[in-house]
T-cell receptor, first 115, second 113 residues
Framework: GAGVSQTPSNKVTEKGKYVELRCDPI?????LYWYRQSLGQGPEFLIY????????DSGLPNDRFFAVRPEGSVSTLKIQRTERGDSAVYLC?????????????FGEGSRLTVL | GESVGLHLPTLSVQEGDNSIINCAYS??????FIWYKQESGKGPQFIID?????DKRQGQRVTVLLNKTVKHLSLQIAATQPGDSAVYFC????????????FGAGTRLAVHP
């Protein structure tokens, strides 16, 4: 498809487990973002990649969260020792490099539930 | 999919009426604002943007107004349609020149036939 693809769409895990969430951005988009959205709230910024490097990871809540984008395309958000408070929808978005607009193209999100 | 707006303020309008969704922002230094629409089970979708050197911008059936004096944004939707039913978020662009967006809490728009 032409849009941002995220897998899995739903993930249920137990407290303390490790999870990986994958994002496949729009082809040619060099900028990639992860946001987290809790129920009833707006998305919150987690991390921004320009190419392969994390240019801004200031939104990652703690060191249990980590993200990679080794080849500058697909990105994986990794959460260690999950906690119930990590339950949320994790949104990935991409955009063209150098665009001077706020237009991000979001995927449908990965809903994480930690029991 | 599960709604993302279970506890959000709701604006209910009749089909064909005009809708006005309001948003207050806190950072007087913000120079770029965006409105996003989010349907249930979907990611946010860009609607329209405005820079701080403008006070009004029009798109197709939508108009965004910016009042920097009181740090207020509004989104006006003309002739609201059932397909406009969604949660609407305003966002401001953080410092850095990239899309580190700071989203507001959102408003649910419910359009009734």
């Amino acid at each position: 498809g032409a849009g941002v693809s995220q897998t899995p769409s739903n993930k249920v895990t137990e407290k303390g487990k490790y999870v990986e969430l994958r994002c496949d951005p729009i082809s040619g988009h060099t900028a990639l973002y992860w946001y987290r959205q809790s129920l009833g709230q707006g998305p919150e910024f987690l991390i921004y990649f320009q190419g392969t490097g994390a240019a801004d990871d200031s939104g990652l809540p703690n060191d249990r969260f980590f993200a990679v984008r080794p080849e500058g395309s697909v990105s994986t958000l990794k959460i260690q020792r999950t906690e119930r408070g990590d339950s949320a929808v994790y949104l990935c978005a991409s955009s063209q490099q150098g665009t001077n607009t706020g237009e991000l193209f979001f995927g449908e999100g990965s809903r994480l539930t930690v029991l | 999919g599960e709604s993302v707006g279970l506890h959000l303020p709701t604006l209910s309008v009749q089909e064909g009426d005009n809708s006005i969704i309001n948003c207050a922002y806190s950072n007087s230094a913000s120079d770029y604002f965006i409105w996003y629409k989010q349907e249930s089970g979907k990611g946010p979708q860009f609607i329209i943007d405005i820079r701080s050197n403008m006070d009004k911008r029009q798109g197709q059936r939508v108009t965004v107004l910016l009042n920097k004096t009181v740090k207020h944004l509004s989104l006006q939707i003309a002739a609201t349609q059932p397909g406009d039913s969604a949660v609407y978020f305003c966002a401001e662009k953080g410092a850095g020149g990239y899309n580190k967006l700071i989203f507001g809490a959102g408003t649910r728009l419910a359009v009734h036939p």
